[in-house]
């Protein structure tokens, strides 16, 4: 037994990459995960649920929040889901600011509406948000890092609201990591993937399963005295500046 067991989770983006890897963690400690995004989590096991959902749109958002909120008790919440816009300041535009922002921010807002009445009415519960590495300054990530530093000022405010309920809440903000969407804009052979991986302090860029171990921690039902904390899961490039980017 462990403190995981009989608990039920949901991550947001987790048909791939980082949020795969934080699913299949969660299950091997005996969670129930819910999947909740535009795939489905293609892992063989009865204790997955998938919800079809595009998180940039508002109103699929709201009805998603509504079916959890009446369906499901959930006692973990990761608000994965994310992606990536390379932007120069100038070429911003309006389509970009207002899909990231409400993929980023508000389905993370609807979705901690929706699952705050059990993890209150339990005193119980763990809330990660996935900030980026980007918000210490990265070229072409106006939006990107401007909601994604966002996300660690709502971090914070939600852990004072919610630390009186046993609710704690975090971020990890992870640096370069080898997934599908970073491997289409820098292939691995390429040389900006070499001159990348060195750039940083750790000689590598990170994997999915570093970041998801990492937010383990956090949602770990044994720690209950850490909250309203960011970790930067980065391999040393919160230091400095990615220039290879």
């Known amino acids: ?25 969660l299950l091997q400690r005996g969670c129930k995960v819910i999947s909740v995004s535009r795939r489905p989590l293609e892992i063989s096991s009865g204790n997955v649920t998938s919800l079809s959902v595009d ?3 508002p109103q699929a958002v709201r009805d998603c929040a509504d079916l959890i909120r009446e369906k499901y008790k959930v006692d973990i919440l990761v608000n994965n889901a994310g992606v990536v816009r390379n932007t120069p300041v100038e070429d911003i535009t309006d389509e970009e600011f207002d899909t990231l922002q409400n993929l980023h921010l508000r389905s993370a807002i609807a979705l901690v ?9 339990q005193n119980f519960g763990r809330i990660v948000n996935m900030s ?9 990530r106006t939006v990107y890092a401007g909601t994604k530093a966002a996300l ?23 640096g370069p990591v080898v997934t599908d969407m970073l491997t289409a804009d820098i292939p691995e052979e ?34 209950s005295w850490v909250t309203g904390q960011t970790l930067f899961v980065c391999g040393g490039a919160s230091l400095g500046s990615l220039t290879a980017l």
Do not use: C
């Open 132 to 140: 980026s590495r980007a918000v210490v300054g990265l070229s072409k």
């Open 152 to 174: 660690i000022s709502m971090t914070r405010t939600w852990a004072l609201e919610l630390g009186s309920h046993g609710i704690t809440v975090n971020a990890i903000a992870p």
């Open 113 to 121: 509406q929706a699952v705050l009445p059990h993890m209150k009415a």
């Open 190 to 223: 390429s040389e900006t993937f070499r001159k990348l991986s060195a750039s940083l302090p750790v000689g590598r860029l990170g994997t999915a399963g570093d970041v998801a171990r990492a937010t383990l921690f956090f949602t770990d039902p044994e720690n």
């Open 1 to 25: 037994m462990n403190g995981y067991d009989g608990r039920t989770a949901l991550v947001t983006g987790a048909s791939t990459g980082i949020g795969k890897a934080i699913a299949e963690q």
């Open 55 to 57: 998180l940039s749109d």
